[in-house]
């Protein structure tokens, strides 16, 4: 949360990622999304993390694994005196097309986020949420649908589903949406034909199209420029639906870039920790879940953490 002399990241996301640091060491993507994002001189120097490979510092070695969060995202694994801390950052164990997935390593202490962590929290398969949204277009096909989805890595994923679904018309952007799709296309990560969503009088209508903008656009003038817009929204936090009720929203997606709770529980066991710190999100359930399930648990409450929505 503060500058540092050192700063390992573990992906690019906001309430991970600050610029001012002395020297960074991240995935080669995670540089480029902190580039992208504060412009190249977002630290002092950086360093490349190459996955699996230790990174000696002082008497300690770094090693970063694949998380399955967002592009380049990593956990971190940490190691002295025969100990390894693994701090995850956040992850997911779905499959995601834009990312390398998810990969379980042994820790002596786990730090796991927690964004999910109630066991009402069960994210559906991500493509059935994608049939939802594309069904929507077929059955209103006079309505502009337009999607709100974080800048970084949901948007990605979001276009990427809509594409293996078999939808290849254009995708409209909001402008704020554009560098980070581009970085991600960039990287190998076929989005298909994007195209700005610029209303322009004549030249575009955008009836049964897909539109794709942070959710915060969606109470600006920009949203109210397409013709009856259906509001949909992809975010973990759509499977409370007095959530999506109170923001407007009409077509909640549950696809979430998060572990839901069956997948913490299982990611904690498939560590083997006997310690785990709980952090980011809701430490209470899975502190004791992992109490009544024999490991020592408790929650790491950080210092300047804001309890961020959903990135
Ligand atoms: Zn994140």
Redesign the pocket.
């Given at each position: 949360m503060r500058p540092v002399d050192r700063a390992l990241i573990?992906?690019?996301?906001s309430?991970?990622a600050r610029a001012g640091h002395g020297t960074v060491l991240a995935t080669a993507e995670t540089l480029r999304i902190m580039a992208t994002r504060y412009g190249p001189d977002f630290a002092g120097s950086s360093e490349v993390a190459e996955l699996g490979k230790p990174v000696r510092i002082g008497e300690t070695t770094a090693t970063f694994h694949p998380a399955g969060?967002?592009l380049g995202?990593a956990q971190i694994a940490v190691e002295a005196g025969g100990m390894r801390v693994v701090a995850s950052?956040?992850y997911k164990r779905a499959a995601d097309p834009t990312c390398a997935g998810f990969e379980p390593i042994r820790a002596d202490v786990f730090i796991t986020?927690a964004t999910f962590g109630l066991p009402v929290f069960r994210h559906p398969p991500a493509s059935d949420e994608i049939g939802r949204l594309l069904a929507s277009t077929v059955q209103f096909p006079e309505r502009a649908h337009l999607v709100g989805a974080y800048a970084?890595?949901k948007a990605q994923r979001v276009i990427r589903l809509i594409r293996d679904a078999g939808y290849d018309k254009p995708i409209y952007l909001h402008g704020s949406l554009d560098a980070l799709c581009r970085l991600y296309q960039s990287e190998g990560i076929d989005l298909g034909d994007l195209r700005p969503a610029t209303v322009n009088a004549g030249t575009t209508d955008f009836a049964g199209a897909i539109i794709l903008g942070p959710p915060s656009a969606f109470g600006e003038r920009w949203a109210r420029r397409f013709p009856d817009p259906v509001f949909a929204f992809a975010s973990g936090w759509m499977r409370i639906r007095q959530r999506a009720k109170q923001q407007g929203v009409e077509l909640p997606l549950v696809i979430s870039?998060?572990a839901d709770w069956d997948e913490l529980c299982q990611t904690i066991r498939d560590t083997g920790a006997g310690e785990v710190w709980v952090t980011h999100g809701r430490e209470e359930a899975l502190v004791h879940w992992c109490q009544a399930n024999g490991i020592a648990a408790r929650p790491l409450h950080l210092v300047g953490y804001e309890d961020e929505v959903?990135?």
């Amino acid at each position: 949360m503060r500058p540092v002399d050192r700063a390992l990241i573990t992906h690019g996301h906001s309430d991970h990622a600050r610029a001012g640091h002395g020297t960074v060491l991240a995935t080669a993507e995670t540089l480029r999304i902190m580039a992208t994002r504060y412009g190249p001189d977002f630290a002092g120097s950086s360093e490349v993390a190459e996955l699996g490979k230790p990174v000696r510092i002082g008497e300690t070695t770094a090693t970063f694994h694949p998380a399955g969060h967002v592009l380049g995202s990593a956990q971190i694994a940490v190691e002295a005196g025969g100990m390894r801390v693994v701090a995850s950052g956040d992850y997911k164990r779905a499959a995601d097309p834009t990312c390398a997935g998810f990969e379980p390593i042994r820790a002596d202490v786990f730090i796991t986020e927690a964004t999910f962590g109630l066991p009402v929290f069960r994210h559906p398969p991500a493509s059935d949420e994608i049939g939802r949204l594309l069904a929507s277009t077929v059955q209103f096909p006079e309505r502009a649908h337009l999607v709100g989805a974080y800048a970084l890595g949901k948007a990605q994923r979001v276009i990427r589903l809509i594409r293996d679904a078999g939808y290849d018309k254009p995708i409209y952007l909001h402008g704020s949406l554009d560098a980070l799709c581009r970085l991600y296309q960039s990287e190998g990560i076929d989005l298909g034909d994007l195209r700005p969503a610029t209303v322009n009088a004549g030249t575009t209508d955008f009836a049964g199209a897909i539109i794709l903008g942070p959710p915060s656009a969606f109470g600006e003038r920009w949203a109210r420029r397409f013709p009856d817009p259906v509001f949909a929204f992809a975010s973990g936090w759509m499977r409370i639906r007095q959530r999506a009720k109170q923001q407007g929203v009409e077509l909640p997606l549950v696809i979430s870039d998060h572990a839901d709770w069956d997948e913490l529980c299982q990611t904690i066991r498939d560590t083997g920790a006997g310690e785990v710190w709980v952090t980011h999100g809701r430490e209470e359930a899975l502190v004791h879940w992992c109490q009544a399930n024999g490991i020592a648990a408790r929650p790491l409450h950080l210092v300047g953490y804001e309890d961020e929505v959903e990135e």
